[in-house]
């Protein structure tokens, strides 16, 4: 199974929007609503975001926020915060029973 | 609050089996709405699913993975495992044991990671 495609690096200013991108295939991302964004600060475990496409577990801000549109899952991040600078993941279940990841994505806030 | 601690030896040589367990505290591993499983990232990489494991014993594996990695879980010790043979350097990494949700994937536990150096 292939990575799903992520940007390697986004940036924004403090306020700001900004959006994640995360391509798979008809077999991964395509194929089910279970796509699910991972924050990771450095040294540190990440902490899911979101899961089934759009879900925010409790305790996560409403600043974030995910879709999904055929074969490519969005996350978008509000109000940007310093401490939203992080790298991201996206992760899909697959038609295998396997679950993939992207190859994640640096958010740095100017 | 549920606690996973990953234990095993943080060097290992190539061509030997990497062997690492999960240690679940604050909760029962015999869940049937959860599953247990294997992250791994390589130094200044991104993260990559190794596998998971039901309290039942059925098993999913990284395709990439398959044929050298094998998990299993002891209701008993109340802890699961993961065994990867013939390893290199390529398998240098920090291993996450961790727990998902079986509806909808999400990994919502994680341990704080271990990290596991192959090299003679």
């Known amino acids: 199974q292939s990575a799903l495609t992520q940007p390697a690096s986004v940036s924004g200013s403090p306020g700001q929007s900004i959006t994640i991108s995360c391509t798979g295939t008809s077999s991964d991302i395509g194929a089910y609503k279970y796509v699910c964004w991972y924050q990771q600060h450095p040294d540190k475990a990440p902490k899911l975001l979101i899961y089934e496409v759009s879900n925010r577990p409790s305790g996560v801000s409403n600043r974030f926020s995910g879709s999904k549109s055929g074969n490519t899952a969005s996350l978008t991040i509000s109000g940007l915060q310093a401490e939203d600078e992080a790298d991201y993941y996206c992760?899909?279940?697959?038609?295998?029973?396997?679950?993939?990841f992207g190859g994640g994505t640096k958010l740095t806030v100017l | 609050q549920l606690q996973l601690q990953e234990s095993g030896p943080g060097l290992v040589k190539p061509s030997e089996t990497l062997s690492l367990t999960c240690t679940v505290s604050g909760g029962s591993i015999i869940s049937t709405s959860h599953y247990w499983g294997w992250i791994r990232q390589p130094p200044g990489k991104g993260l990559e699913w190794i596998g998971h494991v039901y309290s039942s014993g059925s098993t999913s594996y990284n395709p990439s993975l398959r044929s050298r990695a094998t998990m299993s879980v002891d209701t008993f010790k109340n802890d699961h495992s993961l065994k990867l043979n013939s390893v290199t350097a390529a398998d240098t990494a920090v291993y996450f044991c961790?727990?998902?949700?079986?509806?909808?994937?999400?990994?919502?536990?994680w341990g704080q990671g271990s990290l596991v150096t192959v090299s003679s």
């Open positions: 961790v727990r998902g949700y079986r509806s909808n994937g999400g990994v919502d536990y």
């Open positions: 992760s899909s279940y697959t038609t295998s029973d396997t679950w993939v």
